[in-house]
């Protein structure tokens, strides 16, 4: 991370494995980690289609070369094309993370932050479920993978829900 231009903390063993917070050189916090030995393998994509479940995260940054860059070097992350102009697929090991990871350049932005997108039986339901508890949803649309919206919680913080 600091060969990087970013920040580590103190690695924390945890009952899970072996953690450390981080900061990327743009100023976004994650976290990464060593299972414990034994620990069970990675689930597959497929398997990340239940409802409630985390199935995306797009990472918005203001600088989009820059992270390319960072994460490309810290973590050994490669990059394909997104589906428009200043977004990027991330790709590790030649396929996909588990969950799928974004990348994608907003330079209106003053610092990055994450949206995820977790998996919901019913997008409709789901946007209502939304509205009812005070926040807002956009009407979900066909976005060709899946049927989603943005919706933002009661507290300003933004997610995707997504039927697929």
């Given amino acids: 991370m600091r060969a990087g231009g970013g920040t580590a903390g103190p690695a924390v063993d945890q009952p899970w494995g072996r953690a450390v917070d981080c900061h990327d050189d743009q100023g976004l916090s994650f976290a990464v980690f060593v299972p414990l030995p034994g620990a069970p393998a990675p689930r597959v994509a497929s398997?990340?289609?239940r409802p409630g479940e985390l199935s995306y995260d797009a990472v918005h940054v203001p600088d989009g070369g820059r992270a390319v860059a960072f994460y490309g070097s810290v973590l050994g992350w490669e990059f394909t094309p997104g589906r428009s102009p200043g977004n990027w697929n991330v790709q590790v090991d030649g396929g996909n993370p588990q969950p799928m990871i974004g990348l994608s350049e907003r330079p209106e932005l003053d610092r990055p932050v994450i949206v995820p997108m977790f998996t919901v039986a019913d997008a409709y339901a789901a946007?209502?479920?939304?509205?009812?508890?005070?926040?807002?949803?956009?009407?979900?649309?066909?976005?060709?993978?899946?049927?989603?919206?943005?919706?933002?919680?009661?507290?300003?913080?933004?997610?995707?829900?997504?039927?697929?």
Avoid: K
């Fill in 47 to 49: 398997e990340f289609r």
């Fill in 127 to 164: 946007a209502d479920a939304v509205r009812a508890a005070g926040g807002t949803a956009e009407e979900p649309e066909d976005a060709g993978y899946a049927t989603s919206a943005l919706c933002t919680d009661d507290q300003g913080g933004q997610f995707w829900i997504a039927q697929f």
